[in-house]
């Protein structure tokens, strides 16, 4: 694919974000865009600051310098609700899944800003909480179909292998029908035919339903052939960004991988 | 083989969400609320129904309400004791000003005003987690006591500074105070505690329930699936000390009778109502309903069993029954901390199989 | 002025008798993550012990010390072996509440050992009012507290180089931090554990002679230990020197809200004002003056 290939629309641009911890400089003036549909690797060494930049999209974390600009609107720093309810979902790289509810609950709670009967109707369990309940549970369905995991639906999250968990995950994620979704190495601790799962998953997410997809992976050939675009971190600095073979033949990014070798 | 699921489809999502999915199970609560309503009232004897049921099911009703906040929202609170004080004094008040609204509408009141009051006290849970959090609700709680202590107008500046309950009726009936009969404040609490927990597990399957759980699993994450912690936090503590409250106005009015804020809501009150919650189960309507029956049972049989039994002065027997909740807390919590709701649940995998051994 | 420095001197010394108490907490906590609500009732155990080896078995003083302090020890064992031991890697609120339980056991079988009447406490400690403080300054100071002021300076020091300094000290916090990771390092957390109970239960001992010479050995001794808690809220779960500050922050605000504005509301403000001071402390400063900040990463 060529550059002209994708859209041009941007849905998500980071500009010049600094963002410090005490003494520790996380991320030092970054700046890439998103654009709407591809799919955007982001990657760099250990400690690189990936997941920061994540959790800067997402609102976690606030930085102390830069812009976010998201569907067109510029601010200083997102808030995780903003994010949430403008159509921003993520993973995470050790699973934040909601460990005493089983896989069904835990999607389902992915729902939950497409759910708005009150605490009355709730508590009887009648009516419009009734039929929204049933509605979301139909949607979750689609989801669980779609991800191949209808044999644990009703077991607690706590008890499956870690690759379910991250399937289950991705599930959550895509409960709210995102628009950006934000996936933290989720290929990590999987073996080959996990990944090939999983990587058919987000390739299906992307074409299917459309959503932009920014993934962080240490997986180079899963880079590679996922990508459309990929961007380089190191140190919290930005080493590059363009196509992935660019990236590939990118000397910096070689020797920021691999080392130097001194003669 | 009796439990056996085998033949129970479900074919749409309405009957795979049922309360009571299988066949089993439903029969098990029919026949339970058949003798709770229909048997037991006509069964039991006036000591049985006034010392033992109405404690277990009034500690029931409180129990489901601090189980909705710690159990499922994760919430510490050992505030348990300054609300249903809020809730007595509140019915009390209401009582003594609008009789003519009937019991059950002011008792209902003085749930939503624990509710309010509840709230408030929430607040800190924003920026507090956990043990602080514990502490802090003790605030509440000593500052309530003292409060309900102090201030005249409370105990309509009655003397002695106790609030004692005028009777009232109910179809004729009266069911408040020393006069009341008892097989009729039976059967209005047991109505309380069936309709409030079919309440809480509706709560509990639906969208906030799983808000609460998210929260207390994990209330970062929580964040990005768009609950708001603060919306979150506060409705539990909003719901769960209405619960309290409503527990404490039926304490009050139609089981103790009259009622010192210092004796009858103190700190002890919400170590039971939270040691109730721990053996039965946290996160778990059954297992609040099994822990007020234990904690309220137990004593009682040790009772008998020590003095009646073996003869020990009644002193002694009642050191030892602090020893021996102590120490029940303590292999509870080393053998099974998911309580008797989790024993409960054991039992039913295992009646799958018997009479076979796997 | 004068009146108001005996208010916060009589608050400064309360305050002490109260860090008394946290330090034990602290150091359970410091060692072992459980924060353990038996203390109070630890403290009256020691001291009804201590009474009744005094009284019933007619031993001197000096005896009778040591014969507590070997019962302390003991308890320490038998609750590492019937109790924690079971309960490694729990949730705290789960050690919390196994706590609660400990607290009933050890109140009934206080009882029962030796009887639940109130009883006197005298080994020695200078009563009375002190003369020279009277004389120089017209101002009312206790010697009994200005000893046990004296006494918990002494603890403290002792236990901070104990921490910091030795081996030990080492250990007790790697299991504060992570159970399972200091046994994967060879540390034995059941030694360590028996180790720190014995030590918090001496000072769970120091603790009840100075309450109980004060007012006597009784039920209420127990009480102390819910307001230990706002003490550790102020000074920080993990800190020793924040145990000793805030106690005497505690003892000082209660004392001084309750002369000074006690009158306006009715009195008995003590029974909640440390809670109330500590929930606004939490609010502003949720780890407390010297506690480690708790950082939450996803």
Known sequence: MTIDDLSTEVLLKVEDVSLAFGGVKALDGVSFDIRRGEIRAIIGPNGAGKSSMLNVINGFYHPQQGTITYKGQTRKQMRPYEAASQGIARTFQNIALFKGMSTLDNIMTGRNLKMKTNLF????????????????REAVERIIDFLDIQAIRKKPVGKLPYGLQKRVELGRALAAEPELLLLDEPMAGMNSEEKEDMSR????????????????????????????????????????????????????????YLGVSHD | M??????????????????FPIAQDRYVIYAVLLVTFAVVPFVLNQYWLNAVMLPFLIYALAALGLNILTGYCGQVSLGTGGFMAVGAFSVYKLMVAVPELGFVPLVILSGLITAAVGTLFGLPSLRIKGFYLAVATLAAQFFLIWMFNKVGWFFNYNATGMITSPPMTMFGVIITGPEGTPAAKYLLVASFVAVFALVAKNLARGRIGR??????????????????????????????????GMAGALYFAVWLGSAEPTEAFDINQSFLVLFMIIIGGLGSVLG???????????????????VNGFGTNSALAAHIEIMTVGALIIIFLIAEPHGLARLWRIAKEKLRLWPFPY | MTFFIEVVLSGLMAGIMYSLVALGFVLIFKASGIFNFAQGVMALFAALTLVGFMEKFGMPVWLAIIGT???????????????????????????????????YVLEGLGDILWGSDVKLLDIGIPQGASDWMLDSFDIYVEKLEVFAAVTAAIMVTILAVFFQKTRVGRALRAVADDHQAALSVGISLHTI????WSVSGIVALVAGIMWGSKSGVQFSLSLIALKALPVLILGGFTSVPGAIIGGMIIGVGEKVAEVYLGPFVGGAIEN??????????????????????????V
């Open chain 3, 193 to 196: 554990w028996v180790v720190v």
């Open chain 2, 288 to 306: 609040s309903i099994l822990g007020a029956a234990f904690m309220v049972l137990m004593p009682i049989l040790l009772k008998n069993v020590l």
């Open chain 2, 211 to 244: 808000n609460w759980m998210a929260i207390r699993d994990m209330d970062i994450a929580a964040e990005l699936i768009g609950v708001r912690p603060l919306i979150a936090k506060l409705s539990a503590f909003a719901v769960s000390s209405f619960y309290i």
């Open chain 2, 2 to 19: 009796i439990y056996r699921e085998t033949g129970q489809f479900k074919d749409n999502y309405s009957d795979d969400q049922a309360l």
């Open chain 1, 121 to 136: 109707w709730q508590a009887l369990h009648i009516g419009p909480a009734r039929r929204e309940e049933l509605e979301n």
């Open chain 1, 201 to 256: 998953f987000i390739i299906d997410v992307n074409m299917e339903f459309g959503t932009t997809i920014a993934l962080i992976e240490h997986d180079m050939s899963v880079v590679m052939d996922l990508s459309d675009r990929v961007v380089v971190l190191d140190y919290g600095c930005q080493l590059a960004d363009g196509l992935p073979h660019e990236i590939r033949a990118n000397k910096e990014v070689i020797e920021a």
């Open chain 3, 69 to 103: 302090i070997l019962v302390m020890i003991a308890l320490a064992w038998v609750i590492e072996r019937l109790m924690l031991r079971h309960l490694v890697n729990q949730e705290p609120i789960i050690l919390f509440m196994a706590t609660i339980g400990l607290a």
């Open chain 3, 272 to 297: 909640w004002f440390a809670y109330m001071l500590a929930l606004g402390f939490l609010l502003f400063r949720p780890q407390g003056l010297f506690g480690e900040k708790i950082i939450e990463r």
